[in-house]
């Protein structure tokens, strides 16, 4: 025994003393009571009711038991789980090799891989161009929406390839190349020639440093191989200051010739199996969108074929812009719900001052208008895509022309303040990492800047109203299907009928002209098609109310406690 060594006596009495003080100050500090539980293994599509009746309404019925699997699916703990991970492992740019070749290469965490891939057997790129029918547009969206619940980052590359189909169309010859693969359900993350893969997903490059929304400024320039126009090979030189998901295997890209800005397809690889020079300088750092590779790009002499007519390269591309945008609110439609659906959660679970958060007067307020705002947000998103599905008909072709950047600004714009107010209701756990408030918080201003700001959107519905003044009639049309609803509604569309009709100051005035264009379109859903408590409610806080005002301050006569109970998903 060494001379520090405790003898066996002192070691007894030690062992005691330990555990009478065990006794005293158990080692289990406390119990874990009053918290919630993560909401995972639910049905996702089952659990949101506004979401099966606008399936419903809009012409996808049939779609019912599918969307009910896929719903299984995307509530599930696993399924969320990869969500979860490919925003912790963000993608990695590698632009050389070991041997300094360039290789313009992004890694991605396998969960992304995992995502993109079920998105794409699930058709949410393509099933509306392959199997066209009534309510396919309808049921499309409310795919997109559930997996935007699950991960919003992959999404871009999806929406970017299911819009490319409109703009390839505009090329027949190119059409009938590209668009089998394209609409394939096969993913092929392969860094190899198309020609070499059965699935081909497809980004747009558009944004120069010195111009975005203002595409006219591009300086990128296209030089012809032989023959100009239509189908022919040109040389891009220049770069694109936000090109996402540089991983895609073509690209729509903007670039000048001499007749003016013209569209043009470009593959990653050349067709000789060469690495065409579209090179990736950087990846951006987001705030949010972050499992999606942004990146900034040189084009040093790459190849490319012209889409469309020369010089008409915006009224190409903007084919595939109007895709972009209807999703873009189909994407804050699906944040404002899985915010929602996390506070629901949250409150339903927790106690304070002797009642369940869900049953404190205040809290049921906000909780009940947080739901509104994104009951609102679906009936006009699903009424857009409904009018995407009808586009033969000419009032529903001029409707989802102006009601796109009506619901894409409107809806986009209302989701930042929607996810911090759905954050503040789970407290301080809400601000964590550890938990999805943070990511949804970080995306919720995205939509709203890409594929048009907010302005730009105002300005889109001004011009849609100059150049084709019958989308005034087609809006007003859907507008007259609620009349004498609300005497509340009635008014509102007569104000606004009189405020379109004066032209002065009209850019000026454009947003708060939108505004109400919106909150129409919303209301008269509502009210004639969702349960009477929510239409009557969504008509007392959106449109008898005045001005600005937070979430939360719903009029006592609005029955607060049924909305919250047909919002709050079920685990
Ligand atoms: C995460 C992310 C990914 C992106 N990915 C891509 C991509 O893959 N491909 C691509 O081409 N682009 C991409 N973009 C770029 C995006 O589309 C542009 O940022 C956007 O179009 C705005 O352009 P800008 O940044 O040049 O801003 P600007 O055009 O300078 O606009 C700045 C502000 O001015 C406003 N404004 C502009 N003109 C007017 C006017 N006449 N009147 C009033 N207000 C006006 C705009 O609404 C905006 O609020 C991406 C952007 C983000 C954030």
Not at 43 to 67: C, F, K, Q, S
Not at 302 to 325: C, F, K, N, Q, S
């Amino acid at each position: 025994m060494n001379d520090n060594a405790l003898p066996p006596a002192s070691i007894g009495s030690f062992m005691d003393t330990t555990t009478a003080l065990r006794q005293r100050f158990p080692a289990s500090t406390h119990e874990v009571t009053n918290v919630a539980r993560e909401l995972v293994d639910y049905n996702m599509y089952r659990e949101d009711r506004a979401l099966v009746e606008a399936v419903r309404r809009e012409g996808a019925a049939w779609a019912d038991g599918a969307l009910a699997e896929f719903g299984a699916l995307a509530g599930s703990g696993e399924y969320l789980e990869l969500g979860v991970l490919a925003n912790r492992f963000p993608p990695e740019l590698d632009t050389h090799d070991r041997f300094g070749n360039r290789v313009d290469l992004v890694r991605f965490h396998p969960a992304y891989h995992a995502l993109m891939k079920s998105a794409v057997e699930h058709g949410l790129h393509s099933s509306p161009w392959t199997d066209p029918k009534p309510g396919a547009h309808v049921a499309r969206a409310a795919r997109f929406y559930l997996q935007t619940q699950v991960e919003a980052g992959h999404l871009c590359p999806i929406t970017m390839t299911f819009a490319s189909v409109p703009s390839l169309r505009t090329t027949p010859e190119f059409a009938g190349l590209w668009e089998p693969k394209v609409t394939a359900r096969v993913y092929d993350p392969r860094n190899v020639p198309a020609s070499a893969k059965q699935g081909l997903t497809i980004g747009m490059a558009m944004t120069e440093k010195q111009g975005g929304s203002d595409v006219r400024a591009n300086t990128t320039r296209a030089y012809p191989l032989a023959a100009e126009g239509t189908g022919q090979a040109y040389e891009l030189v220049g770069h694109k200051y936000f090109v996402s998901a540089p991983m895609c295997d073509a690209f729509l890209v903007l670039a000048q010739t001499d007749a003016g800005l013209s569209c043009f397809l470009l593959p990653r690889w050349r067709p000789d199996g060469s690495k065409n020079p579209l090179q990736v300088i950087r990846l951006k750092r987001k705030m949010g969108n972050v499992s999606n590779a942004s990146s900034e790009t040189e084009l040093r002499g790459a190849l490319a074929w012209m889409l469309g007519e020369p010089g008409h390269g915006v009224r190409t591309i903007i084919e595939m812009v109007a895709m972009t945008r209807f999703d873009c609110m189909v994407g804050s439609t699906a944040g404002q719900r899985a915010a929602a659906a996390q506070a629901l959660h949250h409150c339903a679970l927790r106690a304070a001052f002797g009642k369940r958060l869900a049953e404190q007067p205040l809290m049921r307020n906000v909780l009940a208008d947080l739901v509104l705002e994104h009951e609102g947000s679906l009936a006009l998103t699903m009424r857009v895509a409904r009018a995407l599905d009808a586009s033969a008909d000419p009032q529903e072709e001029l409707l989802a022309r102006v009601a796109t950047p009506i619901g894409k600004y409107w809806v986009c714009k209302r989701t930042p303040n929607h996810a911090y107010e759905a954050m503040e209701c789970i407290g301080g756990s809400g601000v964590m990492e550890d938990g999805p408030m943070p990511r949804l918080f970080r995306e919720s201003p995205v939509n709203a800047i890409w594929e048009g700001s907010g302005n730009i959107q105002c300005l889109d519905v001004l011009r849609a109203m100059r150049k084709s003044p019958p989308v005034v009639d087609a809006l007003f049309a859907e507008l007259a299907r609620a009349r004498g609803a609300s005497t509340a509604l009635d008014r509102w569309v007569t104000e606004l009928r009189r405020d379109l009709a004066d032209p002065s100051e009209v850019e000026f005035r454009a947003r708060g002209l939108v505004d109400r264009m919106a909150l129409a379109l919303q209301a008269a859903l509502l009210v004639q098609h969702a349960p009477p408590v929510i239409g009557d409610a969504f008509c007392a806080a959106r449109l008898a109310g005045a001005g600005a005002r937070n979430f939360g301050s719903l009029p006592a006569a609005v029955d607060a406690a049924a909305i919250v109970a047909r919002a709050t998903p079920h685990a």
